[in-house]
């Protein structure tokens, strides 16, 4: 079966501009994350969506992240006036639910470059 | 603050041996620690996960301990081949009740020497 997709993969912003990255998880996982890695780094929490509701989003660094998935499937991170330090790979994994007790799937990522 | 310390170094193993990596924490209580690897240009992908309750997890030639005491996780290959070469992470999670992601480790570099 299909695994968990991202587009694009690979996103080049100019400072200043918005970025929508996609994510498409496995069908019927509930639960959907975001995650940012940074070169050389692990993975770090975004924001977590439980179908369409969106449960924590601690982790967004600042006003300028939204994310949204309004049907509980589909799932859109929004970066709004780039900054060169949201340079990174942006990663969705998506679980058949919240707890640790479950592995998460991840997608490749989308690599933004702000330039 | 949470601190997860994955051995920064890249780890150079002869093929054949057991590679073992190794997951340190402070300030964190994991009900669940978890095991990904990732390969340049892709997600992470799982491999074991191992419960606060649980000394010792086996799969094929994977094994992971988790010693709740030293917080700390060993995670051991055995017979290591040149494909076992990428960054393998670790990962600790809450219990349920918190909608938190997996906190990781920066991840460890194996490589594996024909």
């Known amino acids: 079966g299909a695994g968990v997709s991202q587009s694009p993969r690979y996103k080049v912003a100019k400072r200043g501009q918005d970025v929508a990255l996609r994510c498409d998880p496995i069908s019927g996982h509930v639960s959907l994350f975001w995650y940012q890695q940074a070169l050389g780094q692990g993975p770090e929490f975004l924001t977590y969506f439980q179908n369409e509701a969106q449960l924590d989003k601690s982790g967004l660094p600042s006003d300028r992240f939204f994310a949204e998935r309004p049907e509980g499937s589909v799932s859109t991170l929004k970066i709004q006036r780039t900054q060169q330090e949201d340079s990174a790979v942006y990663l969705c994994?998506?679980?058949?639910?919240?707890?640790?007790?479950?592995?998460?799937?991840f997608g490749p990522g989308t690599r933004l470059t702000v330039t | 603050s949470q601190k997860i310390e994955q051995n920064s170094e890249a780890l150079n193993i002869q093929e054949g041996k057991t590679a073992t990596l190794t997951c340190n924490y402070t300030?964190?209580?994991?009900?669940?620690l978890q095991w990904y690897r990732q390969d340049p240009g892709r997600g992470p992908v799982f491999l074991l996960l191992i419960r606060e309750n649980e000394k010792e997890k086996r799969k094929e030639r994977l094994k992971v301990t988790f010693d709740t005491t030293l917080k700390q996780s060993l995670f051991h290959i055995t017979a290591s081949q040149p494909a076992d070469s990428a960054t393998y992470l670790c990962a600790l999670a809450h219990e349920g009740g918190g909608a938190d992601g997996l906190t990781f480790g920066k991840g460890t570099h194996l490589i594996i020497q024909p």
């Open positions: 994994a998506s679980s058949l639910a919240r707890t640790g007790s479950y592995e998460q799937y």
């Open positions: 300030n964190y209580s994991p009900a669940y």
